[in-house]
């Protein structure tokens, strides 16, 4: 089973700065990654598939790179609506997919 | 508009038994796998099963092998999860998602509690 790890758990950021989420695999998935957004009390949405191609109606201000073992989520200026968690799937071996454990974007 | 609506959730006893649904509208169902994801209370998300367009092929985490069983009704664009011999480590929200590899989008989700 492929291993996911995120970086940091938490984030404290301000509104308008750009951050940088990461994602670890612990092998290669090559670019079969994705990455989702969930707001309290809401399911997950799709931003990101095959590591940095966004899901339709996702802003641009949301980018993803990187491929084999690293990967990076980028939000260029991060609005109020932003604040969430995120997470990133693998889907490069299956079953089972596997998510990381998500970072937590919070108000500095 | 995509819309995926789950139903079936609640309280239950260990050892007992859960139907789960999702009712599917605004796609062609029979041209996607079907997925179920779970989200256990103040935690990350878990892969829990998956079935093929024509339900030939299902797939599932080995926490729940030889418990869960999924299934679909193309007739009726709808999607089940047959929950038996739940455990405490089983209560979360149960989402149902469209998609092989990537989900898109995700339905409600429904609460399955698992206490005596």
């Known amino acids: 089973e492929i291993v996911m790890t995120q970086s940091p758990a938490t984030l404290s950021v301000s509104p308008g700065e750009r951050v940088t989420l990461s994602c670890r695999a612990s092998?290669?998935?090559?670019?079969?990654l994705a990455w989702y957004q969930q707001k309290p009390g809401q399911a997950p949405r799709l931003l990101i598939y095959g590591a940095s191609t966004r899901a339709p109606g996702i802003p641009a201000r949301f980018s993803g790179s990187g491929s084999g073992t690293e990967f990076t989520l980028t939000i260029s200026s991060l609005q109020s609506e932003d604040f969430a968690i995120y997470y990133c799937?693998?889907?490069?071996?299956?079953?089972?997919?596997?998510f990381g454990q998500g970072t937590k974007l919070e108000i500095k | 508009d995509v819309q995926l609506v789950e139903s079936g959730g609640g309280l239950v006893q260990p050892g007992g038994s859960l139907r789960l649904s999702c009712a599917v509208s605004g796609l062609t169902f029979t041209n996607y796998w079907m997925t179920w994801v779970r989200q256990a209370p103040g935690k990350g998300l878990e892969w829990v099963a998956n079935?093929?367009?024509?339900?030939?092929?299902?797939y599932y985490v080995d926490s729940v092998k030889g418990r869960f069983t999924i299934s679909r009704d193309n007739a009726k664009n709808s999607l089940s999860l047959q929950m038996n011999s739940l455990r405490a480590d089983d209560t979360a929200i149960y989402y149902c998602a469209r998609g092989w590899l990537k989900f898109d989008p995700w339905g409600q989700g429904t609460l399955v509690t698992v206490s005596s």
């Open positions: 092998q290669s998935v090559s670019s079969n």
């Open positions: 799937q693998q889907y490069n071996n299956w079953p089972p997919y596997t």
């Open positions: 079935i093929k367009e024509d339900g030939s092929e299902k």
